[in-house]
């Protein structure tokens, strides 16, 4: 299957600093890649899908000026996590579309992200 | 709107069969399939698309029948290695909006 790579796989952050995580597509051309976000034991939540060359399209409840999503490139979207508080701890995971397998998404290794 | 999945969990011994469900009160478009290990990204399993198919992936397959909006992994003679939490995720968008709501899982634990 595509090949999705996400850095950092880990991260610790203080406080209200910012941390930007990245999501490349190795083999293929993404024009769409999603972000999700996991909590211990529950389900993946849709944070935004992430569009090649225009804004993201964010989900309810979402804010998009805490989460920043920059998608320059076929192959390279970004996440930034601004002014991070201890409840953004999570599991970040970014995914991206694969037509030419119908549509099948596949999920990079995921952002361990830590806010102290 | 978020897939209903059943069971929230079963516990097998290896070389026993199990199915997993997803339903949607919605109409689909197509229905994917992933594992999820504890601490790891999901892994794709498989994908069905509207036309109510049913595939396989070694003793692992899955239906969808879209009138229904239903679909269901079974998993025969269980392996150790199937141990994990399954996840469907459903496409009742259709194309311009194309995404993947996730039902809240399944896990499933393999012993020997």
């Known amino acids: 299957g595509a090949v999705v790579s996400q850095h950092p796989s880990w991260v610790i952050c203080k406080s209200g600093t910012s941390v930007k995580i990245e999501c490349r597509s190795l083999d293929f051309q993404a024009t769409t890649m999603f972000w999700y976000r996991q909590f211990p034991k529950q389900s993946l939540m849709l944070m935004a899908t992430?569009?090649?060359?225009?804004?993201?399209?964010?989900e309810q409840g979402v804010e998009k000026d805490k989460f920043l999503i920059n998608h320059a490139s076929l192959t390279l979207s970004t996440l930034t996590v601004t002014s991070a508080h201890p409840e953004d701890s999570s599991f970040y995971i970014c995914?991206?579309?694969?037509?030419?397998?119908?549509?099948?998404?596949?999920f990079g290794e995921g952002s361990w992200l830590t806010v102290v | 709107q978020q897939p209903v999945q059943s069971p929230q969990a079963v516990i097998l011994r290896e070389g026993e069969d199990a199915v997993i469900n997803c339903s949607s009160s919605?109409?689909?478009?197509?229905v994917h399939w992933y594992r999820q290990k504890h601490g790891e990204a999901p892994v794709f399993l498989m994908i069905?698309?509207?036309?109510?198919e049913q595939k396989g992936h070694e003793k692992i397959s899955a239906s969808f029948n879209e009138k229904k909006q239903q679909s269901s992994l079974y998993l025969t003679a269980s392996q150790l290695s199937y141990s994990g939490t399954y996840f469907c995720?459903?496409?009742?968008?259709?194309?311009?909006?194309?995404?993947?709501?996730f039902g809240k899982g399944t896990l499933l634990t393999v012993n020997p």
């Open positions: 995720g459903t496409d009742d968008s259709g194309g311009s909006n194309y995404k993947l709501t």
């Open positions: 992430s569009n090649e060359g225009s804004k993201a399209t964010y």
């Open positions: 069905l698309l509207k036309g109510g």
């Open positions: 919605k109409a689909l478009y197509s």
């Open positions: 995914s991206a579309r694969f037509p030419p397998a119908g549509n099948t998404i596949y």
